[in-house]
């Protein structure tokens, strides 16, 4: 069972409102992730960070924003939400290997089920 | 592109059966492949990573295939229970970056009925 906790599990908000949804991971890992998944669809990725103070933009073009001030904590806002930021967003943990070197296990959390009004 | 197609999209057994998931990526350069089991409302679970030297890997009774040349992997579930349900996906990883850049497919949910 990996140790990377989500919350809230669900949030329903109505538009305009400034969100935060929280990741913590107690494994020690370096590499945090932020994945955007709708229904019947891949996952994408929104952000991710290689350890503390570094944050970068994923695939996916997002309008929240991340931190990193701690290991184990990877927060991601929204300042104002829209019907369009619907979905589920997952966060993930590894640890941070050399390039060329095997790509590790990402750990996932459970999801936050956001639905804006 | 860097793809990961699965298939079917959706699959229904009934309880003891055995059923196959397919795979096809065209991701290079290839590092590692995964599949990952997916429960409804849940983050993804790592099921079997094969490196590009394996053939096959087993986790209890799901089996995973990788034909490297050919860009295809299978994932093989036996004696299906209820509690197989879930969404299963493709995850392919290449070795262009330190990232370790994942692409994942679609998924195939499969629904075991008893």
């Known amino acids: 069972e990996a140790d990377i906790y989500q919350t809230p599990r669900y949030l329903v908000i109505g538009t305009g409102k400034k969100i935060t949804l929280e990741c913590s991971q107690t494994?020690?890992?370096?590499?945090m992730y932020w994945y955007q998944q709708d229904p019947g669809m891949e996952l994408h990725l929104i952000h991710y960070s290689y350890g503390v103070n570094s944050t970068e933009k994923g695939d996916l073009s997002s309008e929240s924003t991340v931190s990193r001030i701690r290991t184990e904590h990877f927060p991601l806002t929204l300042e104002s939400a829209r019907p369009s930021h619907t979905s589920q967003y997952l966060c993930?943990?590894?640890?941070?290997?050399?390039?060329?070197?095997?790509?590790?296990?990402?750990?996932f959390g459970p999801g936050t089920r956001l639905t804006v009004t | 592109k860097n793809q990961v197609e699965q298939s079917p999209q959706s699959l229904i057994i009934l309880e003891g059966k055995n059923c196959t998931l397919q795979?096809?990526?065209?991701?290079?350069?290839?590092?590692?492949l995964r599949w990952y089991k997916q429960d409804t409302g849940r983050g993804p679970v790592s099921l079997t990573i094969m490196t590009f030297s394996e053939n096959t890997k087993s986790n209890g009774r799901y089996t995973a295939t990788l034909d490297a040349d050919t860009k295809q992997s299978s994932l093989h579930i036996t004696a299906s229970q209820l509690s197989d349900s879930a969404s299963y996906i493709c995850v392919v990883s290449d070795r262009g970056s330190t990232l370790g850049r994942l692409y994942f497919g679609r998924g195939t949910q499969l629904t075991v009925w008893p």
């Open positions: 795979c096809n990526y065209t991701v290079s350069p290839f590092s590692n």
């Open positions: 494994m020690g890992h370096d590499k």
């Open positions: 993930a943990s590894s640890e941070y290997r050399r390039q060329g070197e095997s790509n590790d296990e990402q750990y």
